[in-house]
């Protein structure tokens, strides 16, 4: 089972460069997210997405966009790439349970991502 | 506003000793609860979850929490540690009153098993 795919799996970008983090998820799952990982903080939510058409803000969306394609896929965008945005990128998906927010939410392998 | 606190930083015990990382947090309403592990160069992966009932919950790999709603904590355990228990450990909690879907994350635990 592939569960939540995220490629490329490593990137190196000059600052200012532009960039698309790519998510797929195959359990038909409704909800999908996008989290930054920076050593002692934890996750960091960036986007998230409840359905598919919808997008919101999370925690730290400043200099990302994110577009939810369809069911499967929610790419995260880097229009005008910055230092402070080397880090760990997480996508992760999860199905809208009964009551909603009580199902996990299942992660793909991160995209590192270094910006010079 | 929901916020999760995780204490230590690190955790170290010795294989076959009892295994306890600490999670407390913070919501308006009633939480749901989670555990999640991380190992080097993988994502977070599911432990276990309160959501409502017995205040004990138990989990994949022998691994148990106990929701403590007067003290605020989720406290991670399991009778005995294993080297391979060894990883980056994240407490994550939503405010069921809260709209979306959104996890706020503790800062992580990393827990190191010795033989």
């Known amino acids: 089972n592939a569960g939540v795919t995220q490629t490329p799996k490593f990137q190196v970008l000059k600052t200012g460069q532009s960039m698309t983090l790519q998510c797929a998820q195959d359990?038909?799952?409704?909800?999908m997210y996008w989290y930054r990982q920076d050593p002692g903080m934890g996750l960091r939510l960036i986007y998230y997405?409840?359905?598919?058409?919808?997008?919101d803000k999370g925690e730290v969306p400043n200099g990302y966009n994110v577009s939810r394609l369809n069911k499967r896929e929610f790419s995260l965008r880097l229009e005008s790439a910055a230092p402070s945005q080397t880090s760990v990128y997480f996508c992760?998906?999860?199905?809208?349970?009964?009551?909603?927010?009580?199902?996990?939410?299942?992660f793909g392998d991160g995209t590192r991502l270094s910006i010079l | 506003a929901q916020s999760v606190a995780q204490p230590e930083d690190q955790v170290n015990v010795a294989e076959g000793n009892p295994l306890t990382v600490k999670c407390t947090y913070s919501?308006?309403?009633?939480?749901?609860l989670f555990w999640y592990v991380q190992y080097p160069n993988r994502g977070l992966q599911f432990l276990l979850k309160?959501?409502?009932?017995?205040?004990l919950v138990k989990g994949s790999y022998g691994f148990e929490a106990e929701f403590n709603k007067s003290q605020t904590s989720f406290h991670l355990k399991k009778p005995s540690a294993l080297v391979s228990d060894s990883a980056l450990y994240f407490c994550?909690?939503?405010?069921?009153?809260?709209?979306?879907?959104?996890?706020?994350f503790g800062g992580g635990t990393r827990v190191l098993v010795k033989p």
């Open positions: 919501v308006s309403g009633n939480p749901y």
């Open positions: 997405s409840a359905s598919e058409g919808t997008t």
């Open positions: 994550a909690v939503r405010d069921r009153t809260a709209a979306g879907n959104k996890l706020t």
């Open positions: 309160y959501i409502t009932g017995d205040n």
């Open positions: 992760a998906s999860s199905a809208q349970g009964l009551g909603g927010g009580n199902q996990p939410q299942h």
């Open positions: 359990m038909n799952h409704n909800s």
